[in-house]
């Protein structure tokens, strides 16, 4: 039997539970705090016939703006009553209206609130869901004279429990009780604890048990039920289940307790014990769950991959006359299909139809993606079909395509639609067809169809949907063309762009500019210049213009293979024909030249496009003084810097670290250190790569100390050496006959898990044996020996 008995050894469960002999003399029910229950009448004061003074009150804060200062308004002061505040509160479908008014009424003089106006506030808050003037409002409670009843002061800790305030309610319940206010009673510990149930605060919530039992107050049944579902909501499932025991040996279980731990052990992954409980709970007892608890069973198992015990309640559910809705069916038929139990999923289908209940389009979509034939999808299809009229078949054609696309089986909705045309699968005949669903797709449905192909790469079948769609009478749009040219153009399919633009001509519909770049953008791949070029004689006559990307690409592509002359040729032709390059596209060329040290070629292309006017930008100048520096012509280099100076230009880091980076390499480290210092002057601050470069020009040089200090100053400005730097330090070092010091910073470098290149290994042994360290080298040695082994 699953419910056993408490064991001895949990004595303080046992007493903390126990009952006294005490009557209760206040019953209520300890469900959640709802809606409905903010209503309940019996909380409420009754109302008397005060519509006059009402209305006028309602009339007067309903204005806007409304004057609390207004006569009329100090003449109904006098005639406030709590009957009459309540029913105003209440009329206001805005908050921040009744806390207007609420605070009104408050300053009125001859007038204080009764515990009905409290409630009618708090209950307006917590619909809101208004924490922080539903504390304020708490606060203000117990500094009024207010009396209350237990009834009334446990609705308006209820308000405060259904949004979460649990400190707020065991705070107010404490004061509450020292202030003599509301004369506490069982009925009050009870809500407190549904209150503190909520939060799952075992500790509060025992300690509040035990001060109801030291008072007299009975642990029954309504005790007992927020502790159970305290100890559930804190996953305490064992301790759940000797509460539950104590629940049963008294009688008291009922629906909803037992609702409480089945589902508690469902959230928690206990199918079989939350199934079990089930059925002992009809055996023994001859209690059912409802509908709703149920349901949410169904959703909780399938989630769990327990489709087993899933389809056991929905079972359960025709049994007790239940009527399971579309949701049920889904969860189930996306359960069976999971699991590839396709066949049970199609019985349960066929019964959800039987039973009159319309699948909807996730269900449909389900099944269709789980059944591999495609004869027996469109056959299901066809059937789903059948019994609606031609509008509804269109609405859910286009659904169930639309789901199976964004799905990601575009392949499948493919099949469908073609199955819709009557035209065939594979462009089969239509004698030769599967099936023939009776539905004309629209233009809506290719479109989302042949785009989801596009977007799976399944180019050659979104090609026949375009075909077909055209024999099917659907008018095609510039759009689809576009999108077809655009995938083909990705894929590098030449000739089918140029036959579709072809195409496309021949019809009603015009190339746009997209269009045209598309496929611009496939010549330029290919490095085809004639054939862009005469794409871009149609652009000019059609007054469309290239696209940057496409022709810089071109000029890059054409630079990157040596081909800078035909790159700067294709230029000088496309200006020929009317579009004036960017001047990123001059850039590319410039550094072709330069890259295969066509230098002065480059230098003259530089110079005849800013005679055109064109404004080279610090991108192209870095590209020059790069070009300069290493062709060691680095004093021209200083005057391009100069140039950019004198325009106003703010050069980058980039720019300063060319010009170091030169003079280093040129041996000149004096000149380097200066423009390292104009750049600081100049407010640019410098990077790794700046020091890196430094530090090595100056071990080149001899001067291992200035690189040192130079290292030191990095550091301590926050710039931090990576790998490179330290490398580069380190063989820096080795040259300079300075391997002690060198060594240092490979245990520092090791330290870091950065793992130096063998050459620095090397040039360690060699400055050990030059200095006669032979002992240094072999541990240099074996320590490379183990960095290898590792590796």
């Not at 075992?202 to 502790?227: C, F, Q, S, V």
């Not at 059925?279 to 349901?295: D, G, P, Q």
């Not at 629209?442 to 989801?452: A, K, R, S, Y």
Request: glycine share 6%; proline share 3%.
């Amino acid at each position: 039997m699953y419910i056993t008995r408490i064991p001895k050894a949990t004595n303080r469960i046992i007493l903390l539970f126990k009952s006294t002999n005490q009557s209760f003399y206040f019953i209520t029910s300890t469900v959640c705090l709802n809606s409905n229950l903010l209503q309940n009448k019996f909380f409420c004061s009754s109302s008397e016939k005060t519509a006059t003074v009402e209305e006028s009150l309602i009339s007067i804060f309903t204005k806007r703006p409304s004057c609390s200062e207004s006569p009329e308004l100090q003449e109904l002061s006098s005639k406030l009553t709590p009957q009459v505040v309540e029913a105003v509160l209440k009329s206001f479908q805005n908050w921040r209206l009744a806390q207007l008014f609420f605070e009104w009424a408050s300053n009125q003089r001859g007038y204080s609130h009764s515990c009905y106006v409290y409630n009618a506030m708090a209950a307006i808050l917590s619909t809101a869901r208004q924490n922080v003037p539903l504390r304020e409002l708490a606060v203000s409670l117990t500094k009024s004279s207010c009396s209350w009843t237990p009834g009334a002061f446990g609705y308006f800790l209820r308000c405060l429990g259904s949004q979460g305030l649990v400190e707020e309610a065991n705070s107010l319940f404490d004061q509450m009780k020292m202030s003599g206010l509301c004369v506490l009673n069982g009925y009050s510990y009870n809500c407190l604890l549904e209150v503190i149930a909520r939060s799952g605060d075992i500790g509060l919530l025992e300690y509040r048990l035990n001060e109801m039992r030291k008072l007299g107050w009975p642990i029954d049944k309504h005790a007992l039920t927020p502790a159970l579902q305290c100890y559930c909501n804190a996953k305490q499932l064992d301790i759940a289940m000797m509460v539950f025991n104590d629940l049963n040996d008294k009688g008291w279980v009922d629906q909803h307790i037992l609702a409480i731990l089945v589902l508690s052990f469902s959230k928690c992954r206990e199918v079989d014990k939350a199934f079990e409980l089930i059925e002992w709970a009809e055996r023994n007892l001859k209690i059912s769950l409802n509908e709703k608890t149920l349901c949410i069973l169904v959703h909780g198992f399938v989630r769990e991959d327990r489709v087993d015990k899933a389809l056991q309640l929905y079972d359960k559910m025709k049994e007790l006359g239940y009527m399971p809705d579309v949701s049920i069916y889904y969860v189930l038929i996306r359960g069976l299909c999971k699991n590839k139990a396709i066949e049970k999923a199609l019985v349960l289908y066929k019964y959800m139809r039987e039973s009159g209940i319309s699948p909807d389009v996730q269900i449909i979509s389900q099944l269709l993606l789980c059944i591999p034939e495609d004869r027996d999808m469109i056959q299901l299809f066809e059937d789903t079909l059948m019994d609606l009229d031609m509008g509804r078949r269109m609405l859910l054609c286009s659904s169930i395509l639309t789901d199976l696309v964004n799905g990601g089986y575009a392949d499948k909705a493919y099949c469908l639609l073609k199955a819709c045309t009557g035209s065939g699968m594979n462009g089969n005949r239509r004698e030769d067809m599967i099936s023939l669903i009776k539905v004309n797709p629209d233009t809506t449905c290719f479109e989302t169809v042949i785009d989801g192909l596009c977007n799976a790469d399944k180019l050659d079948m979104a090609l026949d949907l375009f075909h077909t769609m055209d024999r099917s009478g659907c008018k095609r749009s510039v759009l689809l063309f576009n999108n077809l040219i655009q995938c083909l153009s990705n894929a590098d399919k030449l000739n089918g762009c140029f036959n579709l633009l072809s195409e496309m001509k021949e019809t009603e519909f015009q190339p746009t500019h997209f269009t045209f770049n598309c496929i611009l953008g496939c010549l330029c791949r290919h490095m085809n210049v004639a054939g862009a070029l005469d794409l871009l004689k149609e652009m000019r006559a059609c007054g469309h213009e290239p696209w940057i990307k496409n022709y810089t690409l071109l000029v890059k592509k054409l630079c990157e293979h040596g081909k800078a002359d035909e790159a700067h040729n294709f230029l000088t032709d496309m200006s020929k024909e009317g579009f004036l390059p960017d001047m990123i596209a001059y850039s590319a060329t410039i550094d072709g030249f330069l890259s295969f040290n066509e230098l002065d070629r480059g230098m003259k292309l530089f110079k005849e496009i800013c005679a055109r006017g064109y404004y080279p930008d610090v991108v192209v100048y870095n590209t020059i003084i790069k070009g300069l520096c290493k062709a060691k012509r680095i004093r021209e280099a200083e005057d391009i810097l100069n140039e950019i100076l004198g325009k106003g230009l703010v050069p980058s880091v980039v720019t300063y670290n060319l010009l170091i980076d030169g003079w280093c390499k040129d041996g000149n480290t004096d000149l380097a250190v200066l423009w390292f210092s104009r750049m600081t002057e100049q407010e640019e601050e410098p990077n790794i790569i700046t020091y890196t470069t430094l530090v090595d020009g100056l071990c080149n040089a001899g001067k291992p100390d200035d690189a040192l200090n130079l290292w030191i100053e990095m550091e301590h400005k926050g710039c931090r050496p990576n790998r490179i730097a330290y490398m580069a330090l380190i063989h820096g070092l080795c040259k300079c006959r300075k391997p002690d010091c060198a060594l240092g910073y490979l245990q520092e470098m090791e330290k870091k898990d950065m793992v130096p290149d063998a050459y620095i290994y090397q040039a360690l042994v060699d400055a050990f044996v030059s200095d006669s360290k032979i002992d240094m080298a072999h541990k240099v040695l074996e320590k490379m020996s183990k960095r290898r082994s590792a590796a």
